[in-house]
């Protein structure tokens, strides 16, 4: 199994609501990535977990709060978001050293 | 400057013709490279791993040039389901995979 699922495909909220963001795979890959991307840019990292640990958190507002219940999932909890924050959400992971990288098909979120 | 910079495209191709995309990173400290490709409103599939030795995948050859810090990919006869995005990725490893995208080249093939 070389997939890496996430849920749901498009989330539409309001600027006072909480929602999460689940991204789960099964390949044993200890490396969990989320990214944010916008139109015609290319991804952009937000948080990195190793081994189920917090490694990076590139300057992400804390409106977004990551969480790694255990080494297949991976949680992107949001409240409170901004107009802005509109843009198609990424999982990743990774085998650890090789670079290579596996997405998920991404949530696609719109913040009104 | 980017630490890994690409062809600003976009670039427009009949079908059948063959088309380079051009890439070159700025930290020597890389280890790994690859090409990706993303299609419209769609999570980015790796095509190809890149080495120095030269790969090759059907119509597509990738090369990388260590010295010269530059990574080439290269389509020959396109076709209309080649039009995407072509995302140059460099890896290099600190505390995690470090995972830097160039900004992207837009591909599209023409009838």
Same mark, same amino acid.
């Given at each position: 199994d070389t997939e890496v699922t996430q849920t749901p495909k498009h989330l539409v909220m309001g600027m006072t609501n909480k929602k999460s963001l689940k991204c789960e795979q099964?390949? #044993?890959?200890?490396a969990m990535y989320w990214y944010k991307q916008k139109a015609k840019k290319p991804p952009e990292l937000m948080f990195v977990y190793s081994y189920e640990k917090?490694?990076?958190?590139? =300057?992400?507002? =804390?409106?977004f709060s990551p969480e790694c219940p255990n080494s297949s999932l991976l949680n992107l909890h949001l409240h409170?978001? *901004?107009?802005?924050? $509109?843009a198609l959400y990424l999982c990743a992971s990774s *085998? $650890? #050293?090789? #670079?290579r990288q596996y997405f998920g098909p991404g949530t696609r979120l719109t913040v009104l | 400057r980017k630490e890994v910079e690409q062809d600003p495209g976009p670039f427009n191709v009949p079908e059948g013709a063959t088309v380079a995309f051009n890439c070159t990173y700025s930290? $020597?400290? +890389?280890q790994s490279f690859f090409w990706y490709r993303q299609d419209c409103r769609k999570e980015p599939k790796l095509l190809m791993s890149v080495y120095s030795s030269g790969n090759e995948d059907g119509r597509f050859t990738a090369q990388l040039n260590r010295a010269s810090q530059y990574i080439s990919l290269l389509i020959r006869d =396109?076709?209309? +389901?080649? +039009?995407a995005t072509y995302l140059c990725v460099v890896n290099r490893k600190t505390s995690y995979d470090k995972v830097i995208f160039g900004p992207g080249t837009s591909l599209s093939v023409i009838p």
């Amino acid at each position: 199994d070389t997939e890496v699922t996430q849920t749901p495909k498009h989330l539409v909220m309001g600027m006072t609501n909480k929602k999460s963001l689940k991204c789960e795979q099964h390949m #044993g890959h200890r490396a969990m990535y989320w990214y944010k991307q916008k139109a015609k840019k290319p991804p952009e990292l937000m948080f990195v977990y190793s081994y189920e640990k917090l490694s990076i958190n590139e =300057s992400v507002p =804390s409106r977004f709060s990551p969480e790694c219940p255990n080494s297949s999932l991976l949680n992107l909890h949001l409240h409170a978001l *901004q107009p802005e924050d $509109s843009a198609l959400y990424l999982c990743a992971s990774s *085998q $650890s #050293g090789t #670079g290579r990288q596996y997405f998920g098909p991404g949530t696609r979120l719109t913040v009104l | 400057r980017k630490e890994v910079e690409q062809d600003p495209g976009p670039f427009n191709v009949p079908e059948g013709a063959t088309v380079a995309f051009n890439c070159t990173y700025s930290n $020597s400290a +890389s280890q790994s490279f690859f090409w990706y490709r993303q299609d419209c409103r769609k999570e980015p599939k790796l095509l190809m791993s890149v080495y120095s030795s030269g790969n090759e995948d059907g119509r597509f050859t990738a090369q990388l040039n260590r010295a010269s810090q530059y990574i080439s990919l290269l389509i020959r006869d =396109s076709k209309l +389901s080649d +039009s995407a995005t072509y995302l140059c990725v460099v890896n290099r490893k600190t505390s995690y995979d470090k995972v830097i995208f160039g900004p992207g080249t837009s591909l599209s093939v023409i009838p």
